[in-house]
């Protein structure tokens, strides 16, 4: 029962280095979610995609991008990477983006040196 | 104003202690309204949805107040494995891109 599963759980990079995060859900759910938290604040949402082949903007998007690769995975990738994104990202789905609550991944812990 | 505020706290109440606390919100056109709860170091898990009557599982109530823009959550008989942070999550919009997660109030059960 895998629910939603995030890779790397952690990675450091240097700044200026590029990688892509990886969420894949096996729930059938056709909104998917891109969040990071940092300390003391709440969840932000980066990007979002509400259906296969669909994908928009959050609060915060500048320095990512995302791709919806099919129905069960949606990848954030940071071109070149800046302290400024050392935080954590969660991966979340929903059976649509209509008031239906998330279902989390464990996060993955990013550090920017 | 926020567009989502929680009291941060932390809460640090005995076990079997009654503890409730609120979320405010500013936009009087929200739809949705979820409690969550994150464990330190882990993800957001969905506690309860807050339904217009006021719902109750368990030990845990949640109620809306529409008139003055806040959810509340209600622990009865709290627990020490309670001790979290709790999320509430304010949709105003029925649009993905304009949920808000408050940043949390921080509660710590001692036996």
């Known amino acids: 029962n895998a629910g939603v599963t995030q890779t790397p759980k952690f990675q450091v990079l240097k700044t200026g280095q590029s990688m892509t995060l990886q969420c894949a859900q096996d729930?059938?759910?056709?909104?998917m979610y891109w969040y990071r938290q940092d300390p003391g604040m709440g969840l932000r949402l980066i990007y979002y995609s509400a259906s296969e082949g669909t994908t928009d903007k959050g609060e915060v998007p500048n320095g990512y991008n995302v791709s919806r690769l099919n129905k069960r995975e949606f990848s954030l990738r940071l071109e070149s990477a800046a302290p400024s994104q050392t935080s954590v990202y969660f991966c979340?789905?929903?059976?649509?983006?209509?008031?239906?609550?998330?279902?989390f991944g464990d996060g993955t812990r990013l550090s920017i040196l | 104003r926020k567009e989502v505020e929680q009291d941060p706290g932390p809460f640090n109440v005995p076990e079997g202690a009654t503890v409730a606390f609120n979320c405010t919100y500013s936009?009087?056109?929200?739809?949705?309204f979820f409690w969550y709860r994150q464990d330190c170091r882990k993800e957001p898990k969905l506690l309860m949805s807050?339904?217009?009557s006021g719902n109750e599982d368990g030990r845990f109530t949640a109620q809306l107040n529409r008139a003055s823009q806040y959810i509340s959550l209600l622990i009865r008989d709290s627990k020490l494995s309670d001790s979290a942070t709790y999320l509430c999550v304010v949709n105003p919009f029925s649009s993905a891109s304009k949920i808000i997660f408050g940043s949390g109030t921080r509660l710590s059960i001692r036996p």
């Open positions: 936009n009087s056109a929200s739809q949705s």
């Open positions: 807050v339904y217009s």
């Open positions: 729930m059938n759910h056709n909104s």
């Open positions: 979340a789905s929903s059976p649509d983006s209509l008031n239906q609550p998330q279902h």
